[in-house]
């Protein structure tokens, strides 16, 4: 809270009296005649304005404090406080997240003029039209300009960047500040039964609007069914207190301020205004929740290719390690039968087993291109497989291993061919000792008809 400046009290006490009676009647005027009508007619408006004079006060107040909370200060008196420009300077910093000139130390009138001015010359360099309005009006205390001037400033930094369209996509209509806020009030709300938001002040005085508004976002905080417009009071604290405790949306108007006559425009739109950004903030952090999730589902994902990729190049990198010792070993077996088996299983392996690792090695170049050029996409550090396991040492070691299968086949066609021509020798030698052993034995039978003969011969010289 800003100091007060070294103003006497009673020099104060004597601005704001002069400035702010305008309402007050003369005793000339008090002497004409329709002297009871007239004065009943101005009493009628003074006692209006003041009322809405004191509800635009409390509310802009707590709007100011709600702005100035972001960077740990208050005040406690709107027409008071700003008078020495220090805090308005403050809050049209924290409004427009720029740096304005620093305030000028002292307390005196002219140190407070200054102050004033560096923020009203800000206003303009901003584009905003401050009709009839001074330094002096603000450090003199003068309400309607004070509030004028919050007022202008909630125009500018809270309401005319709001935008909304409406239509078909061909058809768009698109309205701004005031028009858009409404308009975004109608939108959010019109499927909800008793709520029909026309205007910014009678429409929201038995607080249906504004628990409409809070379940649309926030269905959980409010059991809108259970809302009778025959109980405004209940509907707005209700509603304001969801607000303050729940969503953090400071609580600028009380009930009585709304449910009333005439309930003050400004005032509510000051409100309303603050559910707007908090509602459209609310869905931008969603939006970037979602992207932020879409960011780290995609890492996930590549994340889980690369595991894929490092698991299915170690695979097949120790596949063809085993598959060259296999086809290395040079232990053959003894016989063309034997060879011949080999030879087939070898004839598998390159028809049946080696084909789908083929596939496996291309499907892998093919993964390592769709990791890095998704990570490139995303702005991310390319990954590298690690030594041994890149694409070129694949296929080196896919080289080696045409390498021993080619060898591994010259060995067996070659073993072939040794046992088959073992093979046919010893065809031929089975043959020959075949024919050999026939011979013999027609020996042996001639022989053994000899012998016989003989015998017989030497039998019959003997008996002679």
Known sequence: MTSTTDFDNAEISQQYSRINTRFDITDEEIDNDNCSA??????????????????????????????????????????????DGRMLIKLLEVLSGERLPKPTKGRMRIHCLENVDKALQFLKEQRVHLENMGSHDIVDGNHRLILGLIWTIILRFQIQDIVVETGQADQKETRSAKDALLLWCQMKTKEYPNVNIRNFTTSWKDGMAFNALIHKHRPDLVDFNKLKRSNPSHNLQSAFNVAEQQLGVHKLLDPEDVFTENPDEKSIITYVVAFYHYFSKMK????????????????????????????????????????????NNRKLANSLTGV?????????????EKPPKFQEKGNLEVLLFTIQSRMRANKQRVYTPKEGALVADINRGWERLEGAEHERERVLRDELIRQEKLEQTARRFDRKAAMRETWLLENQRLVAQVTHSQTTLWYHLILL
């Open 340 to 352: 011949q088996q080999q030879l087939q299983a070898f004839n598998t392996y390159r028809t049946v």
């Open 284 to 327: 931008q952090l969603a939006v970037e929740g979602k992207r932020v999730g879409k960011v780290l589902d995609h890492a996930i994902e590549t994340e889980k290719t690369i595991d894929k990729y490092e698991t299915l190049s170690s695979d097949l990198l120790t596949w063809i390690e085993q598959t060259i010792i296999v086809l």
């Open 38 to 83: 007239r004065l009943f007619e101005r009493s009628r408006i003074k006692a209006l304005a003041d009322e809405r004079e004191a509800v635009q006060k409390k509310t802009f107040t707590k709007w100011v404090n709600s702005i100035l909370s972001r960077v740990g200060c208050r005040i406690s008196d709107l027409y008071l406080d700003l008078r």
